[in-house]
C-alpha cells in the first residue's frame, strides 16, 4: 500500500506529506484491525477486563488488604462488596461504549506497529549510525507504554475506583455511576499510565534535536518532583499513600531519562568535535 517513497535528498515537502499519510493511514488500519478483534471479544474486554477493578476479589484489592492488614491499618481495600452500581441511561449508551472500548483497546493493541509507522517516517532523516544505534526504539517504545499500562489497570484504576466508589457527602446520596462515567476513569488512567511512561523516549528525541541537556533536567529536578506529585494528586484518589505510589514510578523514569539524555548529549558533543576536527585538517 501507498508509492515508492523517493530518495530523502530528492524529497519535497509535499512529498513527506504525502509519505506521511500512508504511515498515518496504515496506523489507523492497524488500531481498526485489531478494534474490530476487541469488539468481537466483548465479555472478555468488558466482564473481566474492564469492570474487574469493579469486582472486590480483583488482584490488586488482595495485595493491599494483605498488606494493610499485616501493618495493622484499615486502608479498606478488605470489601466484601463495592458499595456502588454501574448503569447506563441513554438508549445508544451502551452501543457507544462498545464501539469506544473497541477502539482504544484497539490503539493499545496496535501501538508496536504505530510506532513501527512513526519510526519508518522519521528513520531516513537520520545518519546510518543514528538508525543503528536505535534499532531497539521499537522494542523500548512498546515496553515502556504497556508497562504503564499494566502500572494504571493494576495501581491507578483500582485505587480511584475504591476511594471514589466509596466516596460520599451524605448517606442520602446512592453512588449509581453511569457507564460512560466509569469507562472514562478506567481509559483515562491506563491510557495516561501508558504515555507517561514513554518519558525516556520523550527525553531522548528531546536531546537529540537540542531542546533538553542533562544539565538542564537535573537544574529543575526538584519542580520536577513538584509537577510529579501534582499530576500524581490529579490522576489518584486524595490520599498520600496513593500519589506516593503513582510518584514513585515517575520519579524513577525521570532519573532514567536524565541518564539517557547524559549519554546522548555526550555523543553529541563528540561527534560535534569529531566535525570540528575534520574542519581544522582541511
Known amino acids: ?5 523517493k530518495p530523502e535528498e530528492e524529497m519535497s515537502f509535499l512529498d513527506h506529506l504525502e509519505d506521511l499519510r500512508w504511515h498515518l493511514i496504515r496506523s489507523t488500519l492497524a488500531v481498526l484491525i485489531a478494534a474490530t478483534l476487541a469488539f468481537i471479544a466483548k465479555g472478555f474486554i468488558f466482564d473481566v477486563l474492564l469492570f474487574g477493578p ?12 494483605k498488606i494493610t492488614t499485616w501493618f495493622g491499618v484499615d486502608g479498606g481495600f478488605c470489601n466484601n462488596v463495592m458499595p456502588f452500581g454501574i448503569q ?43 538508525r543503528k544505534n536505535a534499532r531497539g ?5 512498546s515496553l515502556l507504554f504497556f508497562t504503564g499500562v499494566l502500572f494504571g489497570y493494576y495501581v491507578i484504576t483500582p485505587l480511584s475506583i475504591n476511594f471514589l466508589g466509596k466516596y460520599q457527602v451524605s448517606e442520602v446520596v446512592l453512588n449509581e455511576f453511569d457507564l460512560d462515567s466509569y469507562i472514562s476513569l478506567v481509559r483515562a488512567s491506563v491510557i495516561a499510565s501508558g504515555l507517561i511512561f514513554e518519558l525516556p523516549i520523550v527525553i531522548f528525541f528531546l536531546t537529540k534535536v537540542g531542546v533538553l541537556t542533562p544539565d538542564f533536567l537535573r537544574k529543575y529536578r526538584k519542580y520536577a518532583l513538584i509537577g510529579v506529585l501534582v499530576l500524581s494528586a490529579i490522576i489518584t484518589p486524595p490520599d498520600i499513600v496513593s500519589q506516593i505510589i503513582v510518584a514513585i514510578p515517575v520519579l524513577i523514569l525521570y532519573e532514567i531519562s536524565i541518564v539517557i539524555s547524559k549519554i546522548v548529549y555526550k555523543r553529541l558533543l563528540r561527534e560535534e568535535q569529531e566535525n570540528k576536527n575534520k574542519l581544522a585538517r582541511k
Open 1 to 5: 500500500m501507498g508509492k515508492v517513497s
Open 88 to 130: 447506563s441511561r441513554t438508549m445508544g449508551g451502551q452501543f457507544s461504549a462498545h464501539i469506544w472500548v473497541a477502539i482504544t483497546a484497539g490503539f493499545v493493541i496496535a501501538f508496536p506497529y504505530v510506532i513501527y509507522e512513526f519510526w519508518k517516517f522519521v528513520a531516513p532523516a537520520m545518519k546510518d549510525n543514528e
Open 137 to 141: 526504539f521499537i522494542f523500548i517504545s
Open 54 to 65: 469493579s469486582q472486590t476479589d480483583f488482584w490488586t484489592y488482595d495485595i493491599l488488604c
